[in-house]
C-alpha cells in the first residue's frame, strides 16, 4: 500500500494520506513524500493547485508515534522540518479536505492551507500540552492570528477537540460538507481555481502573505528548538510511555 497517493488531473495535484488502518497517521516517510512532493509541484508550470485529502472518515491521527520514537525530528534538515517549510513557503494554492479527525499536525497543517474544505464529522485537535510537548509549524502564533488568543488558549493550553462548525465560525474552514461529499467539492473548487491565470493565482497569494510568511519561518524555528528539547524531558517521556503502555500519563 501506497501510504501517500499522488494524482495530476486538469493542473491539480491530490495528495491523499492513505494509511486508513494507522488513522493515516504520519511517518517519516511520509512527510519525506509530501516534502517531495511540494517541491516537484512548486516548480512544475503545470501544476496551478496542491490539495490534500484523507479519507472521509479520518484525515490524520497526527504522527505515527512509534515511529516518531524510532526517528525523531532532530533538525531542520528532517523529512518534517521539510514538509513545514514546503507548506509555509508554497507560492500557488494549497487546498485541504478533511473529514474525521485531525490530530496534531492534522490541523495545524490546516493554517498555511489557502483554502479548507470540512465534512461536519471533522474534529480537529492540537493535544500537545498532553505529550509534554509545545505547538508545532508555527501554530503558537497563527492559531492566536485566527482564533484570537482566548480561543487558542483553549485549544492549545487545554488540547481538547473543537468540531466542524466552530472551525468554520474562526475561520479555519470554508466550508463545511457531508463528509461523503467532501473530497469531491474540494476537487471541484480546486479545478475551478486552477482554470485561473496562475500568475494571478501565485501575485496574489504572494501580496496576502508576504508579511506573514517570514515571522511564520522563524517562529517554527523557534518551536521547533523547544519542541526537541522537550521531547527529551521528563513529561514528553511519561507521556509517550503512557501512549505505548496503553494507560493514562502521571505527571508530577
Not at 37 to 58: N, Y
Not at 90 to 100: I, N, R
Not at 164 to 184: C, D, K, Y
Not at 193 to 218: D, F, G, H, I, N
Request: aromatic share 8%.
Amino acid at each position: 500500500m501506497t501510504p501517500i497517493l499522488q494524482h495530476f488531473e486538469s493542473g491539480v495535484l491530490t495528495l491523499t494520506l492513505n494509511r486508513v488502518d494507522k488513522k493515516n497517521s504520519l511517518t517519516s516517510a511520509m512527510y519525506a513524500d509530501l516534502a517531495q512532493a511540494l517541491a516537484q509541484a512548486e516548480s512544475d508550470p503545470q501544476t496551478k493547485v496542491v490539495l490534500i485529502q484523507g479519507h472521509e472518515t479520518v484525515f490524520s491521527a497526527g504522527n505515527d508515534i512509534a515511529d516518531f520514537l524510532q526517528q525523531p525530528a532532530a533538525d531542520e534538515d528532517s523529512a518534517v522540518f521539510r514538509f513545514l517549510r514546503g507548506i509555509a513557503t508554497f507560492t500557488k494554492p494549497l487546498m485541504a479536505s478533511v473529514c474525521g479527525p485531525a490530530v496534531g499536525i492534522g490541523t495545524t497543517l490546516l493554517f498555511h492551507c489557502d483554502l479548507v474544505f470540512a465534512g461536519d464529522n471533522a474534529a480537529f485537535s492540537m493535544p500537545f500540552v498532553n505529550l509534554g510537548l509545545c505547538p508545532e509549524a508555527g501554530s503558537s502564533v497563527l492559531a492566536v492570528q485566527l482564533m484570537g488568543y482566548q480561543r487558542a488558549a483553549e485549544a492549545l493550553l487545554m488540547g481538547e477537540p473543537f468540531l466542524a462548525e466552530t472551525a468554520l465560525e474562526i475561520g479555519l474552514v470554508s466550508r463545511v460538507l457531508p463528509p461523503t461529499e467532501t473530497n469531491a467539492y474540494a476537487q471541484q473548487q480546486a479545478r475551478k481555481m486552477a482554470s485561473k491565470p496562475l500568475s494571478s493565482l501565485m501575485e496574489t497569494k504572494r501580496l496576502m502573505k508576504a508579511t506573514q510568511t517570514p515571522w511564520v519561518l522563524a517562529r517554527m524555528q523557534e518551536e521547533g528548538v523547544a519542541f526537541g528539547r522537550m521531547l527529551k524531558e521528563p513529561a514528553a517521556i511519561e507521556a509517550f510511555s503512557a501512549f505505548m503502555e496503553k494507560r493514562k500519563p502521571v505527571f508530577h
